[in-house]
């Protein structure tokens, strides 16, 4: 268990929809990192958050966005879902010496 | 860019006997991790190797860096089915701790 969680583990929804996923890191960490991971393209980053600011944008899509609160849990927005949304989306901390990242379990979005 | 390759992509292999996965990068970094991800699980840290010449072993598993020839490798010694996975490399971004990832190898080992 590396500390970190993520919900829902599981996500089904259509087309067109909203959904939201929900990470918190690991107790004193202030870096979040939000990954796709589909069978096609490997693991993918998407953007890095620390303490609050935004501190790094990877492949993410304008239909995406996120954001870590005060508490620092973080959320990831995925709107106007298309069928090639489906995928793991993992969320990792860190906050170590060396920045070593810990992976929460993910959460597996399937769209219909 | 930073560009992170590994190869092989792909490796199956009997157990007992040895083998190595090279990570390389296209740009200076000092930091190198390398993870393990179980079929349809999360990704679980191994090793961070942080300076040339860095070696780190954990069981049947050896991971080095060569910061000069940008070259990482993990060397597996007699495998085991245990450690069938797949093994990802990653590379510090310009030390902003944006991690730039390998396409990772499927290590497939067979009784």
């Known amino acids: 268990d590396s500390g970190v969680t993520q919900t829902p583990k599981h996500l089904i929804t259509a087309t067109g929809q909203r959904v939201t996923l929900r990470c918190s890191p690991r107790s004193g960490d202030l870096s979040v990192y939000w990954y796709q991971q589909s069978l096609d393209q490997g693991l993918q980053f998407l953007i890095q958050?620390?303490?609050?600011?935004?501190?790094a944008k990877g492949n993410i899509l304008e239909r995406f966005s996120a954001q870590q609160f005060p508490d620092l849990h973080s959320e990831l927005n995925l709107s106007s879902l298309e069928l090639g949304d489906s995928a793991l989306y993992f969320c990792?901390?860190?906050?170590?010496?060396?920045?070593?990242?810990?992976f929460g379990p993910g959460t597996r979005l399937t769209v219909l | 860019e930073l560009k992170v390759e590994q190869n092989p992509l792909f490796l199956s292999m009997q157990e007992g006997k040895n083998y190595t996965i090279y990570c390389n990068y296209s740009t200076t970094s000092d930091r190198l991790y390398w993870y393990r991800q179980d079929p349809g699980k999360s990704l679980e840290s191994l090793f961070v190797l942080l300076s040339n010449g860095a070696v780190k072993q954990e069981g049947r598993l050896m991971a080095s860096l060569d910061t000069k020839a940008r070259l990482s490798t993990l060397h597996i010694t007699a495998a085991v089915h245990d450690l069938s996975a797949t093994y990802f490399c990653a590379v510090d971004k310009d030390s902003n701790y944006q991690l730039i990832w390998g396409a990772g190898t499927k290590l497939i080992i067979k009784p």
């Open positions: 958050y620390y303490n609050g600011e935004e501190r």
């Open positions: 990792a901390s860190s906050g170590g010496t060396y920045n070593e990242q810990f």
